[in-house]
């Protein structure tokens, strides 16, 4: 079952090659341009900005993170483009600002969504520039920046972009660490596990736009003009993905889902997002339980704990998530006169000293409090120590 997929702590080994790899990845063609694509700057009509978000975001693209007034020009697009006809609106919500809400009432293992292959964006989706996507492609890019590079691409074309409809319902400010300077970062996680990963998220990310930026953008100056495929429109495109991006398991692709990309997560829900091969040819979920009408539907974004939520997704879970945890180290006294036994009797249950456990707000695993127990022990006696069953 798919789940969207992404956060910072397995983008870098996914899809952030190593700096000085991808110079040498990357093709130095520089053979002139057959029809430069229009590129507009900056953006015009119902995805303008405003001063202020504009002063955060550096994009003119998108809309209020919280506005639902294009959701009907989004829904009334999708279904001329064949999306099936929906028992979900687009609604405001408690949880995530806007979110997609049941129009009747839905039954537990009820199929939803139906969005048809050709509305998913992936690697292989037509570029509106094709220009661009030769270039992109003769590049040979992993998915992720070749993704980041076509949602700028599509969204400067603005109108003539196919995806228009649906780019006039993004975030304009995605809520991702990326949206994050490192000040802001070691300001207000000064005390959080999460700092680091955030702080290298923001680097990595960064690094990628700058050798895409030397290897590629300055080469075709036409094709990448360098007002638009700025560092901020970079972060934007990367926030969109960290929050959007999903991987259908039954068809191993990472794709963008219009529509279904606004459906918020809960942690105590098991519906995912998959593309069905067999009947519906479509991207589907399945209810976990009934909704009333009325009420939000959610899936699952997979079992993430808050921390891991909060920098790809940029929120944190109102309800318990059982997926949080804090390592607890634990380990033998190295003055306890039977030290050498006790390790023993630990690491002959694949145990050590010292050892961490994962302890979560709904319990500990056994094993952390028979450890308890080994380390308490008074008795030096291995056998005995070793039926403390860890
Ligand atoms: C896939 S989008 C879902 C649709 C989104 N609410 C929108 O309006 O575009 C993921 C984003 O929704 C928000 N979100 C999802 N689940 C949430 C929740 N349980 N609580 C708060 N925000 C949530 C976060 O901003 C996250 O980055």
């Given at each position: 079952m798919a789940s969207f997929a992404f956060h910072a702590i397995s983008l870098r080994s996914s899809f952030l090659p190593p700096t000085s790899s991808l110079a040498v990845t990357f093709s130095s063609s520089s053979s002139p341009l057959a029809s430069p694509c229009v590129v507009r700057f900056p953006i015009l009509s119902s995805l303008q900005s405003t001063a202020e978000d504009r002063k955060r975001t550096g994009v003119n693209w998108g809309c209020d993170p919280q506005s639902i007034e294009k959701g009907s020009l989004l829904q009334d697009w999708l279904m001329k483009e064949?999306?099936?006809?929906?028992?979900l609106v687009l609604d405001r919500v408690d949880s995530g600002g806007r979110g997609l809400v049941a129009t009747q009432s839905l039954r537990q293992g009820e199929r939803l969504?139906?969005?048809?292959?050709?509305?998913l964006i992936t690697a292989d989706s037509e570029w509106g520039c094709a220009e661009t996507g030769r270039i992109i492609k003769e590049a040979g890019l992993p998915e992720w920046p070749m993704l980041a590079i076509f949602l700028i691409s599509e969204a400067s074309r603005e109108e003539s972009s196919r995806w228009f409809p649906y780019f006039a319902t993004l975030?304009?400010?995605?809520?991702?660490?990326?949206?994050?300077t490192e000040e802001e970062v070691n300001t207000w996680?000064?005390?959080?596990?999460v700092r680091e990963k955030a702080l290298e998220c923001i680097r990595d990310v960064t690094e990628t736009y700058r050798d895409l930026r030397a290897t590629i953008f300055l080469k075709h100056p036409e094709v990448f003009p360098s007002q638009v495929y700025t560092l901020a429109a970079f972060k934007w495109a990367f926030g969109i993905l960290f929050s959007r991006l999903v991987r259908l398991p039954s068809v191993g692709k990472l794709a963008l889902v219009p529509w279904a990309d606004m459906l918020n997560h809960s942690p105590q829900v098991d519906s995912f997002l998959d593309f069905d091969q067999n009947n519906a040819k479509s991207v589907v979920t399945v209810t976990d339980r009934a909704y009333q009408s009325g009420e939000q539907v959610f899936i699952s974004y997979g079992k993430r704990s808050s921390g891991e939520l909060f920098l790809a997704y940029g929120f944190i879970p109102s309800e318990l998530n059982v997926h949080d945890s804090v390592e607890l180290e634990m380990e033998i006294?190295?003055?306890?006169?039977s030290f050498e036994a006790k390790l023993r009797a630990a690491n002959e249950q694949?145990?050590?000293?010292p050892q961490r456990f994962p302890v979560r707000k709904d319990g500990f695993p056994a094993q952390l409090l028979a450890y308890a127990r080994l380390i308490a022990s008074r008795t030096s006696d291995p056998a005995q120590l070793s039926r403390i069953d860890c």
């Open positions: 064949g999306l099936a006809k929906q028992k969504l139906f969005v048809p292959s050709g509305l975030p304009k400010t995605p809520s991702s660490i990326l949206q994050w996680l000064t005390a959080s596990p006294d190295s003055d306890d006169p694949g145990l050590s000293s």
